[in-house]
């Protein structure tokens, strides 16, 4: 038996010498990267001689588990550098005298200034919380592949988005930025799926941001490569719903120590449809009481990108880059309306079917210059930029109505009208932030930013009177706005306790915003002009009860200023019986915010709570206003005051090792004060609404991901009803091909085909019902090709699990 011991021990022994001595390869530097607690992946690692630092002498990137080997290095001082985005840049000096080096565990910090991330462990690759909000990685998201942004943001945590593309955050439209800057490119559906690198949800943004955020921000990220080298993918898909689908991406990028320049190409082409149903009842009108509507829409959609970015790195502290946008989009319209209406006792009074082809184009380039400046204490930093958007929208529409008798013959000859509505809209942003330490444990942040917008619409509707087209001046008009904000803020930041051990995080802001707008249409029948400055104070609290666990108190001050879509006042009047319209006369809304929030991680369980409370004047809300002709004219309108509590919650989890998953789930009470409005009876007082999803990611072998995202919005209220109900469920699978850089992609949206859209209301004078359902259940079917690229990882590739 001793003897039998002793051959064990020197076994295991041989055994442990010989992997040690397989482990270590000729002139080599070898190492493991962590954030302190699991391993990161991706991480560059640059090997460059002390003697001249312009030059690289090994390169390497770390793998799933962290590690990384530097090979065929020469005996000399070296400086090695460790970079990954979201994390700040760590670097060492090493002497290699040609036996080989292991550097154990190198722990990299995460950059405050860049995200402020705490990685959720249980879902790393998919969420990643921040001190505002949390980040969304486009990657971990393959149930819309061939889809938009609109389709991205339905299966985010949080994120509220009807069956009409309306994008709300707590019940509010949030404030809506592109890498971080305001844009033109306004319409979600503007913006490839695949194009997208990351979106971030602030639902608690500092004096640092926008004040013209009242539920929060949500700010789109694009794809850049970083990783050295020519790297390449490219993306084939096409599938079905009613009709046909494609789309494809190529993406193009060669970095070297100076130089990143990459240039990508998406496009997608769909067919659409559309049916819709209304029935509208007029109270106190005897002839058109009761109003039967049914639509239906054929529509064909494209939709191309082209992206160029260029930075310049001409040492490690200073980054210089530009970057430029083009988009093109098409959508043509084939739209028939039956229109029936019968009198108080419902016997027929009239008839009519409106066909109307609406085709649109739209243009849309962006180009930005940004300067980065670091130094050697990494809480200092500098950054600017210039950005300018442009967009240009036409829409040209011919319209066809026929009136019918009782039972459905003609009547009289067609009716022919013209529409048009061309847009041209600019806008540009100079911004300047700077954060510097005043002490060992404070930071002082502050900056400017300066917007300025231009717009102009010209819209026109023609009768066709003996064989010619004749303008109506009574809805036709030009429309002319031009905007300027200017803001400042200061922003300090500081902590007690010790830096790995911070017990109390404080943060408090002003930020000072300055906003000068006018309006007017070319007949004069609009105008309007504001100047105003309005000063906005944050602040927060954070107790770190222990180093996975922190309690957070906010408060902060914002304003909901309209839109352009609110304050035009031209008149569409497509659907005759339910036109709509801007009101350019529109107060913006100052709301008050006080928010409590609570963390919690675990080893495969994450917690993440937020109840918060907002007191808003001038609520600004749709409101319908009966017509003595039968007709609704919808226009927003300042009703008055709300008053929205609520609770917000997201719960990540990892059970077992080929399953994770993530449920959100937000509930808000809204209690509306609608003194404003003469009838003030009709509006809505009181109402609870909730949304929630749950994300389920399976690995059910190696090289296969399979997604389910489920999605319930509950009835929401509007300002005289309230619209109806939401659900859905998508599907989204992929297999890695063989050993090769190619994936195998397969989504259905909307697997039950239950997604639809509408809205009761129901006042005094008028109740109005209405549903919409779109061709949303759709089988999409995608190739993607990558070479020595990292877009393996973030185009289709789905990191639930480390491969």
Same mark, same amino acid.
């Given at each position: 038996? =001793?003897?039998?011991?002793?051959?064990?021990? /020197?076994?295991?022994?041989?055994?442990?010498?010989? @992997?040690?001595?397989?482990?270590?390869?000729?002139?080599?530097?070898?190492?493991?990267?962590?954030?302190?607690?699991?391993? %990161?992946?991706?991480?560059?690692?640059?090997?460059?001689?002390?003697?001249?630092?312009?030059?690289?002498?090994?390169?390497?990137?770390?793998?799933?588990?962290?590690?990384?080997?530097?090979?065929?290095?020469?005996?000399? =001082?070296?400086?090695?550098?460790?970079?990954?985005?979201?994390?700040?840049?760590?670097?060492?000096?090493?002497?290699?005298?040609?036996?080989?080096?292991?550097?154990?565990?190198?722990?990299?910090?995460?950059?405050?200034?860049?995200?402020?991330?705490?990685?959720?462990?249980?879902?790393?690759?998919?969420?990643?919380?921040?001190?505002?909000?949390?980040?969304?990685?486009?990657?971990?998201?393959?149930? #819309?592949?061939?889809?938009?942004?609109?389709?991205?943001?339905?299966?985010?945590?949080?994120?509220?988005?009807?069956?009409?593309?309306?994008?709300?955050?707590?019940?509010?439209?949030?404030?809506?930025?592109?890498?971080?800057?305001?844009?033109?490119?306004?319409?979600?559906? #503007?913006?490839?799926?695949?194009?997208?690198?990351?979106?971030?949800?602030?639902?608690?943004?500092?004096?640092?941001?926008?004040? +013209?955020?009242?539920?929060?921000?949500?700010?789109?990220? %694009?794809?850049?490569?970083?990783?050295?080298?020519?790297?390449?993918?490219?993306?084939?898909?096409?599938?079905?719903?009613?009709?046909?689908?494609?789309?494809? &991406?190529?993406?193009?990028?060669?970095?070297?120590?100076?130089?990143?320049?990459?240039?990508?190409?998406?496009?997608?082409?769909?067919?659409?449809?559309?049916?819709?149903?209304?029935?509208?009842?007029? *109270?106190?009108?005897?002839?058109?009481?009761?109003?039967? #509507?049914?639509?239906?829409?054929?529509?064909?959609?494209?939709?191309?990108?082209?992206?160029?970015?260029?930075?310049?790195?001409?040492?490690?502290?200073?980054?210089?880059?530009?970057?430029?946008?083009?988009?093109?989009?098409?959508?043509?319209?084939?739209?028939?309306?039956?229109?029936?209406?019968?009198?108080?006792?419902?016997?027929?009074?009239?008839?009519?079917?409106?066909?109307?082809?609406?085709?649109?184009? &739209?243009?849309?380039?962006?180009?930005?210059?940004?300067?980065?400046?670091?130094?050697?204490?990494?809480?200092?930093?500098?950054?600017?930029?210039?950005?300018?958007?442009?967009?240009?929208?036409?829409?040209?529409?011919?319209?066809?109505?026929?009136?019918?008798?009782?039972?459905?013959?003609?009547?009289?000859?067609?009716?022919?009208?013209?529409?048009?509505?061309?847009?041209?809209?600019?806008?540009?942003?100079?911004?300047?932030?700077?954060?510097?330490?005043?002490?060992?444990?404070?930071?002082?942040?502050?900056?400017?930013?300066?917007?300025?917008?231009?717009?102009? &619409?010209?819209?026109?509707?023609?009768?066709?009177?003996?064989?010619?087209?004749?303008?109506?001046?009574?809805?036709?008009?030009?429309?002319?706005?031009?905007?300027?904000?200017?803001?400042? *803020?200061?922003?300090?930041?500081?902590?007690?306790?010790?830096?790995?051990?911070?017990?109390?995080?404080?943060?408090?802001?002003?930020?000072?915003?300055?906003?000068?707008?006018?309006?007017?249409?070319?007949?004069?029948?609009?105008?309007?002009? +504001?100047?105003?400055?309005?000063?906005?104070?944050?602040?927060?609290?954070?107790?770190?009860?222990?180093?996975?666990?922190?309690?957070?108190?906010?408060?902060?001050?914002?304003?909901?200023?309209?839109?352009?879509?609110? %304050?035009?006042?031209?008149?569409?009047?497509?659907?005759?019986?339910?036109?709509?319209?801007?009101?350019?006369?529109?107060?913006?809304?100052?709301?008050?915010?006080?928010?409590?929030?609570? +963390?919690?991680?675990?080893?495969?369980?994450?917690?993440?709570?937020? /109840?918060?409370?907002?007191?808003?004047?001038?609520?600004?809300?749709?409101?319908?206003?009966?017509?003595?002709?039968?007709?609704?004219?919808?226009?927003?309108?300042?009703?008055?005051?709300?008053?929205?509590? !609520?609770?917000?919650?997201?719960?990540?989890?990892?059970?077992?090792?080929?399953?994770?998953?993530?449920?959100?789930?937000?509930?808000?009470?809204?209690?509306?004060?609608? !003194?404003?409005?003469?009838?003030?009876?009709?509006?809505?007082?009181?109402?609870?609404?909730?949304?929630?999803?749950?994300?389920?990611?399976?690995?059910?072998?190696?090289?296969?991901?399979?997604?389910?995202?489920?999605?319930?919005?509950? /009835?929401?209220?509007?300002?005289?009803?309230?619209?109806?109900?939401?659900?859905?469920?998508?599907?989204?699978? @992929?297999?890695?091909?063989?050993?090769?850089?190619?994936? %195998?992609?397969?989504?259905?949206?909307?697997?039950?085909?239950?997604?639809?859209?509408?809205?009761?209301?129901?006042?005094?004078?008028?109740?109005?019902?209405?549903?919409?359902?779109?061709?949303?259940?759709?089988?999409?079917?995608?190739?993607?090709?990558?070479?020595?690229?990292?877009?393996?990882?973030?185009?289709?590739?789905?990191?639930? &699990?480390?491969?």
């Amino acid at each position: 038996m =001793e003897k039998w011991k002793q051959n064990l021990i /020197a076994a295991i022994l041989l055994f442990a010498i010989s @992997q040690y001595s397989f482990s270590q390869k000729t002139n080599s530097v070898t190492g493991t990267i962590s954030d302190g607690k699991t391993p %990161l992946e991706f991480v560059d690692v640059v090997l460059k001689p002390l003697t001249d630092t312009t030059k690289t002498a090994a390169y390497a990137v770390t793998d799933s588990s962290g590690k990384f080997v530097l090979e065929n290095i020469n005996s000399a =001082e070296y400086i090695l550098k460790f970079r990954l985005i979201g994390f700040k840049s760590n670097s060492q000096k090493i002497k290699y005298t040609g036996t080989p080096i292991s550097l154990g565990n190198i722990v990299l910090q995460e950059d405050a200034n860049l995200l402020n991330t705490v990685v959720v462990n249980s879902q790393k690759k998919q969420i990643q919380k921040t001190n505002e909000g949390f980040v969304f990685n486009a990657v971990s998201n393959i149930s #819309q592949t061939g889809g938009t942004a609109i389709d991205m943001l339905k299966n985010i945590p949080t994120v509220a988005v009807d069956a009409d593309d309306a994008i709300s955050l707590r019940g509010k439209t949030p404030l809506i930025l592109i890498n971080g800057k305001n844009s033109a490119v306004t319409n979600m559906n #503007q913006i490839p799926a695949s194009s997208i690198e990351s979106i971030e949800i602030i639902t608690s943004p500092t004096a640092k941001y926008d004040a +013209n955020a009242e539920s929060g921000i949500i700010n789109i990220k %694009l794809k850049k490569n970083n990783l050295n080298g020519l790297n390449g993918a490219a993306v084939l898909g096409g599938g079905f719903g009613a009709k046909g689908r494609m789309n494809s &991406s190529v993406l193009l990028n060669n970095k070297t120590d100076k130089w990143n320049i990459g240039l990508a190409y998406d496009n997608r082409f769909a067919g659409r449809t559309k049916s819709i149903k209304g029935e509208r009842t007029n *109270y106190f009108i005897d002839d058109e009481h009761f109003i039967n #509507q049914s639509r239906s829409d054929e529509r064909t959609e494209g939709l191309q990108n082209l992206k160029l970015n260029v930075d310049f790195s001409p040492n490690d502290r200073n980054t210089i880059s530009f970057e430029a946008l083009g988009n093109m989009e098409s959508q043509d319209n084939d739209e028939t309306l039956k229109t029936d209406i019968l009198n108080s006792s419902n016997q027929f009074y009239s008839s009519n079917k409106r066909h109307s082809l609406e085709l649109e184009r &739209s243009k849309a380039a962006e180009f930005a210059f940004n300067y980065d400046r670091k130094f050697s204490d990494d809480r200092k930093s500098l950054t600017a930029s210039i950005t300018t958007s442009y967009n240009f929208h036409r829409e040209n529409t011919d319209i066809d109505t026929d009136n019918y008798d009782k039972n459905y013959a003609p009547i009289g000859d067609t009716f022919w009208q013209r529409t048009h509505n061309y847009e041209k809209e600019n806008i540009s942003n100079a911004i300047v932030n700077y954060a510097f330490t005043i002490s060992e444990k404070s930071i002082i942040e502050t900056g400017y930013k300066g917007t300025f917008r231009l717009f102009n &619409s010209d819209f026109q509707s023609a009768d066709l009177i003996n064989g010619e087209y004749v303008v109506n001046p009574m809805v036709s008009n030009i429309f002319d706005f031009n905007e300027q904000i200017n803001a400042v *803020y200061v922003l300090w930041n500081s902590y007690s306790g010790s830096k790995e051990n911070q017990k109390w995080k404080y943060n408090l802001g002003l930020r000072a915003e300055n906003v000068s707008n006018n309006g007017a249409t070319q007949n004069n029948s609009d105008h309007f002009s +504001n100047d105003y400055l309005k000063i906005f104070p944050s602040g927060s609290v954070q107790l770190n009860l222990k180093s996975d666990e922190f309690l957070k108190f906010g408060y902060s001050k914002r304003i909901n200023r309209p839109d352009l879509d609110d %304050l035009n006042p031209f008149i569409d009047i497509t659907d005759a019986l339910n036109p709509h319209g801007g009101n350019p006369y529109l107060k913006p809304e100052i709301i008050y915010i006080v928010e409590l929030s609570y +963390n919690k991680d675990w080893d495969k369980y994450s917690l993440s709570g937020n /109840a918060f409370y907002r007191n808003a004047n001038n609520t600004i809300r749709q409101y319908g206003v009966l017509q003595d002709n039968g007709v609704i004219l919808l226009q927003p309108q300042n009703i008055g005051n709300t008053v929205t509590y !609520g609770l917000e919650t997201i719960f990540s989890f990892k059970p077992i090792s080929f399953y994770d998953g993530n449920i959100s789930l937000t509930a808000f009470q809204q209690n509306i004060n609608a !003194g404003n409005l003469p009838q003030s009876e009709d509006v809505v007082s009181s109402a609870f609404s909730w949304y929630g999803k749950i994300i389920n990611n399976f690995t059910p072998w190696k090289g296969g991901k399979l997604q389910v995202i489920g999605n319930y919005n509950s /009835a929401v209220a509007t300002a005289q009803g309230k619209r109806i109900p939401i659900y859905n469920v998508d599907m989204g699978f @992929q297999q890695k091909l063989g050993k090769s850089n190619a994936r %195998l992609g397969l989504v259905v949206t909307d697997m039950f085909n239950t997604l639809e859209s509408g809205y009761k209301n129901n006042t005094l004078l008028f109740r109005n019902n209405r549903t919409s359902k779109s061709d949303t259940r759709a089988l999409m079917l995608t190739f993607a090709y990558t070479f020595r690229s990292d877009f393996k990882e973030k185009l289709l590739e789905n990191q639930f &699990s480390t491969e």
